[in-house]
């Protein structure tokens, strides 16, 4: 990313909050001090770290990511950021892109069929090449032109996503689209667990929604959200917990049984494990 840009993403950015900008789907996060881990819900989307770096956790791994690759999440995925190093000189500055299925679907199509499109291993971590920032760039500064933005900026995007299909992991991409497809698969179930949020996950009966056995299931779900479905759904769960305590100040009893906790105590138990702190103080 080069300077100018940078410069630009500062004059206008907030800081310490995020922030949808005049391109629909594409926000932006500017840190100026150090954070501690933040938990939410990262929507399916392709994350770039513009300056700086942070840390990534879903559940125990834990990845760095900065300017040199890009996160890749094809499901929503309930997961941590931590920003160690940030100051008014030197903020962070993450880009994220809300993945729109349909525009990577008519991309697909249009891709020659003599056109191989590569199929690195899994993992949200790619490596991030010229040309895919070479177009985000030019998808930034089209915020100086607000006239422009109608027209230019799904261009911008189809070429993002040519780029990102040409990728050397470009098969997780076309895979999420694909009708079949395990990625895809996952997707559905990761879309029903966020719907049916309150209600007890039977493995079985999504393995058997999906088309999958229960260990390919299993297999699959954890490769590409890396978590369990029982752990997933429980994140999840603490998350729009979380959310609601923020947002509304309810009862706590009664935000737990929202979200399908039986036991106020248990969920009181698991909240702390995640957050770090009781419900209580959040409220």
């Not at 629909?24 to 399916?44: H, M, N, T, W």
């Not at 249009?110 to 899994?122: E, K, R, V």
């Amino acid at each position: 990313m080069n300077q100018t840009t940078i410069d630009q993403l500062l004059r206008v950015l907030p800081k310490n909050k995020t922030i949808e900008s005049a391109v629909a789907g594409l926000f932006f996060y500017c840190a100026d001090r150090p954070s501690k881990a933040v938990s939410y819900i990262q929507e399916p989307s392709i994350c770039i770290v513009l300056q700086g770096e942070r840390e990534i956790y879903l559940g125990a791994d834990c990845q760095r990511f900065d300017n040199s690759n890009l996160m890749f999440c094809p499901v929503n995925i309930p997961l941590s950021m931590h920003i160690k190093h940030a100051s008014i000189e030197n903020p962070v500055i993450v880009l994220s892109m809300k993945l729109d299925l349909a525009m990577i679907r008519d991309i697909l199509a249009q891709i020659p069929a003599n056109q191989s499109i590569a199929s690195g291993h899994l993992g949200i971590k790619w490596q991030l090449d010229d040309t895919i920032m070479a177009a985000f760039e030019r998808l930034i500064d089209l915020l100086d032109y607000p006239n422009d933005i109608k027209f230019l900026a799904s261009l911008i995007q189809q070429e993002i996503y040519y780029r990102l299909l040409s990728a050397e992991q470009g098969s997780k991409l076309r895979q999420l689209v694909v009708d079949g497809s395990h990625t895809h698969r996952i997707a559905q179930a990761t879309d029903w667990i966020k719907a049916h949020l309150n209600q007890p996950i039977m493995v079985e009966h999504l393995a058997s929604r999906c088309g999958m056995s229960v260990s390919g299931f299993h297999q699959h779900f954890k490769e590409i959200t890396q978590l369990s479905p029982l752990q997933y759904q429980k994140n999840l769960r603490l998350m729009e917990a979380r959310r609601l305590i923020k947002r509304h100040g309810a009862q706590i009893s009664q935000i737990a049984m929202q979200v399908g906790y039986e036991s106020p105590s248990q969920f009181s138990r698991e909240y702390k494990r995640l957050f770090g702190v009781n419900p209580s103080s959040d409220l």
